[in-house]
């Protein structure tokens, strides 16, 4: 095995990867939002490469990219997304698809390994038009009336017009077949800083949180910002502000230890500084690991809304909007990634939860699955100046190929 272990090309891994970021350049980053043209560029480039790795495929009628193989044994699905979040990094989907790309040109020619590793580039994990839609609509989890009703969060386009539009109308979507793989294998830079700030070179992901998304709205009464003294207001923008204060004096004392909240968008109405609002609304979400405390932390969010709407001024109401199930990793995964790790890494290794969603946790609905973590620059992420160094890059690289060849020898 460890003579195999040198046929894994850093150079040609970094080449790649480069070669992507060429694509859709932004600063130092990307912009390549789903079914754009740097987007759809990259997805023809993987298409292109595939046959260096024995595997053939083509863009589905979602804009999934499934390369497989005709080689007899078992089969293990690795790979992640091209797409990027608006003016982002260069590596937070990309680093996936290319070490699984690798990790098949190295394996699958060789006669000595049973099996091959088949590669999925998944459509929009980022969000544009929904969550997660390319690798639930591999999992069957996607409808024609999803796709209908699925509009771009930036310019409003339907999803139809841009499958239309990208040439990919009509086209089949691609199913994932019953017992056909092992399981899915992903890797992705960690987007935190924890391996960095403790000189670790891999993360081995026990599990994915789960995501809950809030519509918060606040129903006051709109009126003259000159002439309405503040004893009579009923101002929706004041009672949104109070509510978020009251989140973070309250949250803490019910949470778990890697619970994460966050208010992403605030909208007042009508917004003029000359009027009170008179409606306002939150954007709210709750990232963890355990149902439990999710749960928990729903039933004191809807609390708080209560205690406000009682005090008559304003009324708010709290509309669930998103649920993510949270995902634990397969325990032989976990255990190839570290063992990969202490072969070609020094061991220097952690387990660790991962706080962003990725589509592993929904491969993970039907079938084992697993996730590498390399270290990110300063923790950035979802921002051109993300960045990991081109030794972890090269190193997370040889560390993906051989747990892939392990899970495959099993």
Not at 116 to 136: I, K, N, P, Q, Y
Not at 166 to 195: D, K, M, P, V, W
Not at 200 to 206: D, E, S
Request: with cysteine; aromatic share 6%.
């Amino acid at each position: 095995m460890t003579d195999n272990l040198s046929r894994v090309d850093g150079a040609r891994v970094l080449a790649d990867l480069h070669a992507l970021r060429a694509i859709g350049t932004y600063k130092s980053g990307v912009h390549k939002p789903t079914f754009s043209e740097p987007h759809l560029r990259s997805l023809a480039w993987l298409v292109e490469r595939l046959p260096e790795a024995g595997l053939a495929g083509e863009i589905d009628g979602i804009g999934n990219i499934i390369g497989t193989s005709t080689k007899h044994g078992p089969k293990l699905l690795a790979g992640s997304h091209l797409e990027s979040q608006n003016h982002a990094g260069w590596l937070d989907g990309p680093l996936g698809v290319v070490y699984a790309l690798e990790a098949a040109r190295v394996i699958n020619p060789d006669p000595d390994m049973k099996g091959a590793v088949e590669v999925a580039a998944w459509c929009d994990e980022e969000g544009h038009f929904g969550h997660f839609l390319g690798s639930r609509s591999y999992v069957g989890g996607v409808t024609e009336a999803d796709i209908d009703a699925a509009r771009d969060r930036n310019e409003g386009k339907s999803m139809r017009d841009a499958l239309r539009d990208a040439g990919l109308a009509g086209r089949a979507r691609t199913r994932c077949e019953q017992s056909r793989h092992i399981g899915y294998l992903e890797a992705h830079i960690e987007q935190g800083e924890t391996l960095e700030s403790s000189d670790l070179k891999i993360g081995i992901v026990t599990s994915i949180v789960g995501i809950w998304q809030y519509r918060i709205s606040f129903t006051g009464e709109q009126n003259h910002a000159g002439t309405t003294r503040m004893a009579v207001r009923r101002d929706a923008g004041l009672a949104l502000a109070r509510f978020c204060v009251a989140i973070d004096d309250r949250f803490p004392a019910a949470c778990g230890p890697r619970t994460v909240w966050t208010t992403g968008r605030i909208t007042l109405d009508p917004g003029a500084p000359s009027i009170i609002p008179g409606a306002a609304e939150m954007l709210f979400q709750i990232r963890d690991d355990d149902p439990a405390v999710i749960a928990r932390l729903e039933d004191l969010l809807r609390s708080i809304a209560a205690e406000v709407s009682a005090q008559g001024r304003c009324s708010v109401a709290v509309e669930r909007i998103r649920t993510g199930t949270p995902a634990l990793m397969d325990a032989s995964f976990q255990q190839a990634i570290e063992q990969a790790g202490t072969a070609l890494a020094g061991g220097k290794s952690l387990r660790m939860p991962s706080g962003a969603g990725h589509d592993a946790q929904i491969l993970s609905t039907v079938m084992p699955a697993g996730m590498l973590f390399v270290p990110s620059i300063g923790g950035i992420s979802h921002h051109w100046t993300e960045n990991t160094a081109d030794t972890d890059i090269v190193t997370g690289a040889e560390v993906f190929v051989e747990a892939c060849r392990r899970l495959l020898a099993r």
